[in-house]
Nanobody, 121 residues
């Protein structure tokens, strides 16, 4: 079982940028495909980006062209930078340690506690 801790959330003005971090412990971080999800109030949790063991990346439409996901296996950490933030990016952001099947991210029960991102002027 891997333990995940997200950080880096906060209040950001529209148009600003934020970098979220997720640090893992308890298991071999390098073996996981890592995903970032978010959940806005009243909405389902949605996948927004993932990075494979080989550092291949995938972005979903809500953040495509505005986000950059990366990982540092030496630090057991995955990062998500989002630029040109919009009020609709307001959500709790979670990371997940999962896998890959047919090019699609497969989530597991390995979740962090989440970090709140609020985009508002």
């Amino acid at each position: 079982q891997v333990q995940l801790v997200e950080s880096g959330g906060g209040l950001v003005q529209p148009g600003g940028s934020l970098t979220l971090s997720c640090t893992a412990s308890g298991s071999d971080f390098s073996m996981y495909t890592m995903g970032w999800y978010r959940q806005a109030p009243g909405k389902q949790r949605e996948l927004i980006a993932f990075i494979t063991r080989g550092r291949g990346t995938n972005y979903q439409e809500p953040v495509r062209g505005r986000a950059h996901i990366s990982r540092d296996n030496a630090k057991n950490t995955v990062y998500l930078q989002i630029n040109r933030l919009k009020p609709e990016d307001t959500a709790v952001y979670y990371c997940n340690a999962g896998g890959l099947s047919g090019g699609n991210y497969v989530s597991t029960d390995n979740w962090g506690q989440g970090t709140q991102v609020t985009v508002s002027s």
